[in-house]
C-alpha cells in the first residue's frame, strides 16, 4: 500500500503526558533540574530525567512477556507506522472476545497492519486518578488468538492501560501476544478526536537497545476533511494500481 501524496491531512496527538499516569509498580516520572554544566556567563537549562520503560503513553514488543523475545530496538522501524483501523469497545470489567472482534472488524480491514482499540477508558483512568478493575477493558484469549491467526494486525493499541483478559492468572493474553510479535501500544488518549475510522499512525519507540520497550509520542494522521471510505479518502491503494 501506498500513500496518496495529493490529499490533505490534520494529526491528532493520542499520546498522554508522560508524568500522567503510573501503572502500579512502577516507579513515577522524575525531572531533576534545571542544571547549568557549560562554562560562561550564559546558563544553560537542561533537566535529568528518570522513568521507567511503560512510562506514559508506550510501546512494547515480545520482549515483554518473553526472556528471550526481540528488544525493541530489533524491530525494523517501519513496523511502528501504517494504516490503522479504529474500533470502538463498549465492554468493560468483562471480555471482549473473538466473537466480538469477528463483528467489529470487517473482513477488508483485517489486511491492515494496525488495530486502534478505542474505549475512553484511559480519559477515565487521568480524571478520577483510580485504576478500577471492574471499569478496565480487555480482551479474552480467544480473541487474541483470533488476532494472530486470523489478520494481518502486527500492532494493537488501546486507551487503556493494557489488553490483558479479566479472567486470566498469569498474562496469558500478553504472552500469546508476544509469541507472536505483536507490538502493544497502551496508554492512548484522546481517540475521540479522530473523526475517522480509518487513519495513519505514526508510534516510533525512542532509540534505546535492549529493552522491551519505550515511551513513544503517539500521532494519528487522518484525511482533513474527516471523510473516511474503507482507506479511500485515506489515499490508501494497492500498489498494483
Known sequence: MVLNPDLRFRLVDISCWIEDFVFP???????NGPHSRVPGDNREFVYDLSLCTQSGTHIQGPHYFLEE???????????????????????????????DLQNLVFPDERRLPVLILRTGHMEEVLSSGLLDPSRRPGLSLD???????QTSFRMIGIDSVGLESRRTKNFEVNLHLCRHGMLLLEGLVNLHSVRSR??????????????EGTPCRAVIREPED????????????????
Open 69 to 99: 523475545g526481540q528488544t525493541i530496538d530489533l524491530i525494523p522501524l517501519w513496523n511502528f507506522e501504517g494504516p490503522c483501523v479504529i474500533v470502538d469497545l463498549e465492554k468493560r470489567g468483562v471480555d471482549t472476545t473473538a466473537e
Open 198 to 211: 480509518h487513519a495513519f499512525i505514526h508510534a516510533y519507540p525512542l532509540k534505546a537497545r535492549g529493552v
Open 143 to 149: 480473541a487474541a488468538s483470533f488476532l494472530t491467526d
Open 226 to 241: 474527516g471523510k473516511d471510505d474503507h482507506g479511500i479518502a485515506l489515499g490508501i491503494r494497492s500498489e498494483k494500481e
Open 25 to 31: 509498580g512502577n516507579p513515577a516520572f522524575v525531572k
